[in-house]
């Protein structure tokens, strides 16, 4: 008996506190939100398969180390038997229908570390590929942060909104008592009707702003346009303790657009020496197996030969000379890009920390602004109570009180979407 209560008990329980799970199942936050977008995104999956590009190319670079097996096949017809005449006689030489069958192998030996110099910038691809996968997915992140907080503003606009209404709404309930009471004339109730009327358009344009915000969230994150969605409160304020020179040492550490350059500078040096190249000879090995007949078996002669091949284009009218300068040059752009990305890079950063510091006042002056747009509302609902207010006074402290609430979720906003642009702008994810 005493079993089967407990069972009972937790029965109860479960269906009492399962809904609370599901809840939570439901409930997406900025860490979830980012993980299923990282895994969504196509532009990441695009780079992804850049990185697989860049390692195949490494793969194929490797390849020109290693001997290389041809093979040829040929038939050749000619008008008559090949002959000479000596003495009077005629001598045949050869036939008519001849088939040749050749087998090649070919290892490089030396070829002034050209194939060197293209395989180390083909592991430097790899490495840019995986940067700029890292940029995308910077990229993605800072996007489903700015969306979720605008869902989350988007949320406390239309709060602001609906209490708006109700404000209003219980005004216009005491100004039609006092109408009916032949208290007020008829223009003031009509005044607090046309104002809810107002509110009431805000109320359904703030609405239409969190569903667009929602749409644009499950855009980013590959969900159904229309699919329902609940997200974690956390427009809050946190402080940003460290201070503008620190932010910019770390962007210069982190920022993978920095990391490309400086790798493309390696590419460019890695360039040069490959222009260098043809200043110096290659040589390479080279075996070969033929076999010669009249039919299309070709099996009644065979020979080989192994040689080394050594060639030296020595001149060109200076062509090389000036492939080395043209690649000298590209070195230079790929310096003063880089340098150029830390001057924008600064100013990315030190713009983001200034707006964190705008948005940082803001919130206290709006926060202030609240408390005493709200004394000022309920001060002017006291006096209008007692017909010392008109109602003009009790509507006007009501559209300043859900002015500086708007004000407030504002700088909350501003202040969060500025600090992942920080982020962004030195390069932590």
Same mark, same amino acid.
């Given at each position: 008996?005493?079993?089967?209560?407990?069972?009972?008990?937790?029965?109860?329980?479960?269906?009492?506190?399962?809904?609370?799970?599901?809840?939570?199942?439901?409930?997406?936050?900025?860490?979830?939100?980012?993980?299923?977008?990282?895994?969504?995104?196509?532009?990441?999956?695009?780079?992804?398969?850049?990185?697989?590009?860049?390692?195949?190319?490494?793969?194929?670079?490797?390849?020109?180390?290693?001997?290389?097996?041809?093979?040829?096949?040929?038939?050749?017809?000619?008008?008559?038997?090949?002959?000479?005449?000596?003495?009077?006689?005629?001598?045949?030489?050869?036939?008519?229908?001849?088939?040749?069958?050749?087998?090649?192998?070919?290892?490089?030996?030396?070829?002034?570390?050209? %194939? #060197?110099?293209?395989? /180390?910038? @083909? *592991?430097? &691809? !790899?490495?840019? =590929? +995986?940067?700029?996968?890292?940029?995308?997915?910077q990229d993605v992140i800072l996007e489903v942060k700015e969306a979720y907080f605008s869902i989350l503003k988007a949320e406390k606009i239309r709060e602001v909104a609906e209490q708006s209404v109700r404000q209003i709404e219980s005004h216009v309930r005491r100004a039609k008592e006092f109408y009916d009471a032949?208290?007020?004339?008829?223009?003031?109730?009509?005044?607090?009707?046309?104002?809810?009327?107002?509110?009431?358009?805000?109320?359904?344009?703030?609405?239409?702003?969190?569903?667009?915000?929602?749409?644009?969230?499950?855009?980013?994150?590959?969900?159904?346009?229309?699919?329902?969605?609940?997200?974690?409160?956390?427009?809050?304020?946190?402080?940003?303790?460290?201070?503008?020179?620190?932010?910019?040492?770390?962007?210069?550490?982190?920022?993978?657009?920095?990391?490309? %350059? #400086?790798?493309?500078? /390696?590419? @460019? *040096?890695? &360039? !040069?020496?490959? =222009? +260098?190249?043809?200043?110096?000879?290659?040589?390479?090995?080279?075996g070969s197996y033929l076999k010669e007949g009249e039919e299309a078996t070709v099996d009644e002669e065979e020979s080989w030969n192994v040689m080394a091949v050594a060639q030296w284009t020595f001149w060109e009218w200076g062509k090389t000379g000036y492939q080395v300068s043209e690649s000298r040059t590209g070195m230079a752009r790929a310096e003063y890009a880089r340098e150029q990305m830390k001057d924008w890079i600064t100013l990315e950063v030190k713009e983001s920390y200034l707006n964190i510091k705008e948005a940082e006042k803001n919130i206290f002056v709006a926060k202030k602004a609240i408390e005493q747009a709200e004394e000022n509302f309920r001060m002017n609902e006291e006096r209008y109570k007692e017909q010392i207010a008109t109602s003009t006074e009790v509507l006007d402290a009501q559209t300043l009180?859900?002015?500086?609430?708007?004000?407030?979720?504002?700088?909350?906003?501003d202040y969060n979407i500025a600090k992942a642009r920080l982020e962004r702008a030195i390069g932590v994810k």
């Open positions: 008996m005493i079993k089967t209560f407990n069972l009972i008990i937790l029965l109860v329980l479960f269906m009492t506190i399962s809904p609370v799970f599901a809840e939570d199942e439901n409930l997406l936050t900025l860490d979830k939100s980012i993980e299923i977008a990282l895994k969504k995104n196509l532009a990441i999956r695009s780079a992804r398969e850049a990185v697989k590009g860049a390692e195949y190319n490494k793969k194929s670079a490797f390849s020109d180390f290693l001997p290389k097996l041809s093979s040829t096949y040929s038939y050749t017809r000619l008008d008559e038997e090949p002959s000479f005449s000596m003495g009077g006689t005629s001598y045949t030489t050869g036939a008519e229908d001849n088939y040749d069958f050749s087998l090649t192998l070919e290892q490089p030996v030396y070829t002034g570390r050209s %194939l #060197i110099n293209i395989y /180390e910038r @083909a *592991k430097l &691809g !790899i490495d840019i =590929s +995986k940067i700029r996968e890292d940029q995308a997915r032949e208290m007020i004339p008829k223009n003031d109730l009509l005044q607090a009707e046309v104002q809810l009327a107002q509110a009431k358009q805000d109320m359904i344009k703030s609405d239409n702003g969190v569903n667009i915000a929602k749409s644009l969230f499950n855009t980013l994150l590959r969900r159904g346009i229309n699919k329902e969605v609940t997200v974690e409160d956390i427009l809050k304020y946190k402080p940003v303790n460290r201070d503008l020179n620190e932010f910019i040492a770390i962007a210069y550490r982190k920022r993978p657009e920095l990391k490309e %350059l #400086i790798l493309s500078i /390696e590419d @460019a *040096k890695k &360039g !040069i020496e490959l =222009s +260098k190249s043809k200043y110096y000879p290659t040589v390479s090995l080279r009180l859900t002015q500086t609430r708007t004000n407030y979720y504002n700088a909350l906003n």
